[in-house]
């Protein structure tokens, strides 16, 4: 469709809006009434060709056969299509009856219209209904009568003037009036949502995927197969919206590979009643074979039993998915969805089942997890199945090594599912102007493309739009997509240059892989008794801010009177910024907590009495003194309460000797099994985290300093050990690697293998252009710096 037309015939709807609901609805809720209209209009051509005809069918149900239930099948028949209405309305008869009776006085043409349009709407079959329900027409018909305003509202969308068919017309003044294809319905669609969400100012995550996207995309998943295409196709789209993803991919491969329309199915979720019935009224007209459900993708495993062929999608990114969380978890916190969870090997090669859900905050990841759990095995057929998703930047960087995006990431590429990735020039799309990849994954590649990574940077292909379309300010054009598909069809290096804008690099899968390894250094600790430390035992950590306060104000009344004191230590807290969680409160307030500070405090100053106050730098020897003076004292203190005290009269010291975690006594089996495990030399334990004594047998385990620890993330394709003695040795002697806690991560970063460092100017251009502009501005610079 012309543009022109285009954009005129979205004016004219939009139009309305503000012709006739402006005085009763708010800007952000037009779209309740304009949207479901458009839709009945873009119906009703469909089932009136046939309306007599259907009518009569009914009519001869009815009295003839005499049945209340009609036989749907035989409507469906004459009309040619599964969605009918029954009622003897239509729009425009619906507005020509309006119109008659609004002449006459003695009738309230408002009322009788409002009764009409509901017994039209009634006249739908279910799927209409269905659609009708979820727009919540009937409300609006009766609000807007209600308001006076329906009336106005039908002659609009009835005004010959307008044209949402699929056939040419012709308007009252001899201007032709161009059929409207699906795809500008769709079009249409989707600008006025965007518009819509203009003025509701919706999250940037809550847009529509412009059609030069789509056609990459298309291009992507369908040419690499186009020469065995299987003879049904299925196309899924896990957050569908409107169904333009679904649609454009399916007449992409009708036009583009004369695949017979029959033989292509769409299936789709969307979670927003409004979408879903714009998409489902599309699907309708259009003969879709496939399924379209209302639902969230997250909470409800829709598909379970089905694998596709193809899976396209733009999830919505940046949006919590809290409200899922129940149902892909249970009380325990336990995963009892199988989509969200993955099998992976730990360092040491033993596979378990981990964690496969993102941060809360963004659950854009699971849905393609949920398009990886519906990927087709190559048994069941020959081209398996392709995927392409559209992501921001985080999820190929978000979560450290064992999180739930790292996890996907690794499963991914460790299962060589993962093809290629593109980055996209920067407002690509209407709502937000963020940077966004396309992901492509395949469970068929090619045999160039196995064990490989295909990275592609698009940035810089965008062509500018001459008026901006929200945010997207520019498009891929077809020269572009061909270069995007050329540069990915040679699977090869490719470096930018002045006139060519596309790069492009293959990496190894591994090299997308690390270990995060843990690195350890001894904890040293000087302990000595001290007024001022064993003061400190006197308040919980947790509420030590306000306990301190209170106790300053009231001494030892607190414990007495601790209840008269409550509302003062609360007005105090609210002026200080302490916020009273009933957590909090249950601590703050509780004469417990406070008889426990005092406790501990009292037998900390009758061990410093009995130990005294000298300063000792050997932690290991002030524990054997300490557990003494607790038994000649007969106190029995629990491991917390031991723990606290141990801890308010210890710092760490470097010059101090080193805690002692515990003694290992080894056997030559031991031994042995351990330096087969690390992959070392007995002399080189140490580096693992056990120490010779000298005494035989006996070895080593030293407490580690969490202030100290540190954290490396190593190349898979390095050794850890080497990098270790390369890089972390010569400069910490005597720090040890805890290989226990190693993890596997896996992130993937475009600035990493693409930036180009681009040279600072030089001293001799920076002051020849300050002398450019002094000379431009006749001194102006000179003057001001002189005064």
Not at 17 to 41: S, T
Request: proline share 3%; glycine share 4%.
């Amino acid at each position: 469709m012309d543009n022109s037309i285009h954009n005129n015939l979205v004016s004219f709807i939009w139009s309305i809006a503000d012709d006739c609901l402006r005085d009763v609805y708010v800007r952000g809720k037009y779209r309740d009434v304009i949207l479901p209209m458009v839709v009945l209009c873009r119906l009703e051509p469909f089932i009136g060709k046939r309306k007599k005809e259907i009518l009569e069918e009914k009519r001869f149900q009815e009295k003839i056969e005499g049945t209340t239930k009609l036989n749907e099948i035989r409507i469906q028949k004459i009309s040619g299509h599964k969605f009918n209405n029954i009622s003897d309305w239509t729009l425009q008869k619906l507005y020509e009856t309006a119109t008659k009776d609004k002449a006459r006085k003695d009738i309230d043409y408002l009322a009788e219209l409002e009764i009409n349009f509901l017994e039209y709407l009634k006249g739908f079959t279910d799927d209409i209904k269905d659609i009708v329900d979820r727009f919540r027409l009937s409300v609006q018909i009766r609000h807007m009568a209600t308001k006076k305003v329906l009336y106005d509202v039908l002659e609009k969308f009835t005004s010959p003037y307008i044209n949402l068919t699929n056939e040419e017309k012709v308007d009252p003044d001899g201007r032709e009036l161009p059929a409207l294809s699906n795809h500008d319905m769709g079009c249409v669609f989707e600008e006025l949502i965007r518009k819509f969400n203009e003025e509701n100012n919706e999250e940037a995550g809550e847009h529509f995927t412009p059609r030069d996207i789509i056609h990459l995309m298309a291009n992507l998943t369908f040419e690499p197969i186009k020469n065995h295409l299987p003879k049904e196709i299925s196309i899924y789209d896990p957050a569908c919206g409107t169904g333009g993803m679904l649609t454009e991919s399916k007449s992409f491969i009708v036009d583009k590979y004369n695949v017979p329309e029959e033989s292509v199915q769409l299936y789709g979720v969307e979670i927003n009643d409004e979408t879903y019935a714009i998409c489902q009224s599309d699907m309708l007209i259009k003969g879709n074979t496939g399924d379209i459900i209302c639902g969230s993708t997250l909470a409800e495993n829709h598909f379970k039993s089905r694998k596709f062929n193809v899976m396209q999608s733009n999830p919505p990114y940046g949006k919590s998915w809290v409200s899922d969380m129940k149902y892909i978890f249970n009380e325990e916190k336990v995963i009892t969805d199988p989509r969200f969870e993955v099998q992976l090997a730990d360092f040491w090669s033993i596979e378990s089942f981990e964690n496969a859900t993102p941060r809360s905050s963004d659950g854009q990841l699971l849905f393609l997890m949920e398009m990886v759990d519906k990927m087709k095995p190559v048994d069941e057929s020959s081209c398996g199945s392709r995927i392409a998703s559209v992501h921001n930047g985080s999820s190929l960087f978000t979560g450290d090594a064992g999180s739930g995006e790292s996890n996907i990431r690794r499963y991914i590429i460790e299962n060589d599912l993962l093809e290629v990735i593109i980055q996209l020039p920067n407002n690509m799309f209407y709502n937000t102007g963020i940077t966004t990849y396309i992901w492509v994954l395949t469970n068929n590649k090619s045999k160039k493309r196995v064990g490989k990574v295909q990275l592609i940077d698009a940035s810089e292909l965008g062509e500018k739009l001459r008026k901006n379309l929200g945010n997207k300010n520019c498009q891929f054009s077809e020269n572009s997509i061909k270069q995007i598909m050329k540069c990915y069809a040679s699977a090869a290096n490719q470096e930018k240059t002045d006139k060519n804008k596309i790069a492009s690099l293959v990496l190894e899968n591994i090299d997308f892989g690390y270990h995060k390894v843990t690195i350890e250094r001894p904890k040293r600790l000087m302990v000595q008794f001290s007024n001022g430390a064993i003061d400190e035992l006197r308040y919980d950590k947790t509420v030590a801010k306000p306990m301190k306060w209170a106790y300053s104000q009231y001494n030892d009344n607190i414990y007495s009177n601790l209840n008269k004191y409550v509302p003062e230590i609360e007005k105090w807290c609210k002026q200080n910024g302490v916020e009273l969680t009933t957590k909090v409160k249950n601590t703050l307030f509780s004469l417990t907590t406070w008889n426990k500070g005092r406790s501990l405090r009292e037998t900390a100053y009758k061990l410093m009495y009995k130990i005294g106050e000298d300063i000792w730098m050997d932690y290991n020897e002030f524990l054997k003194i300490f557990d003494k003076t607790l038994k000649d004292l007969k106190i029995k203190l629990s491991s917390s309460d031991r723990k606290l005290i141990l801890g308010a009269i210890s710092t760490y010291n470097a010059n101090a000797e080193k805690v002692i975690k515990k003694r290992h006594r080894l056997s030559s089996e031991k031994l042995t099994e351990l330096t087969r495990k690390y992959n070392c030399k007995i002399h080189d334990l140490a580096d693992f985290g056990y120490y010779a004594t000298g005494e035989s047998g006996i070895w080593i385990e030293y407490e580690s300093e969490n202030e100290l620890r540190d954290f490396e993330n190593i190349p898979l394709k390095d050794n850890i050990y080497s990098y270790f003695y390369r890089e972390i040795k010569p400069y910490v002697a005597e720090a040890w690697i805890n290989m226990e806690a190693t993890k596997i991560g896996y992130e993937i970063s475009f600035n990493k293998y693409f930036y180009r460092h681009k040279p600072l100017r030089s001293i001799d251009d920076v002051k020849k252009d300050i002398l450019d502009l002094e000379r431009q501005s006749n001194g102006l610079i000179n003057k001001i710096l002189e005064v």
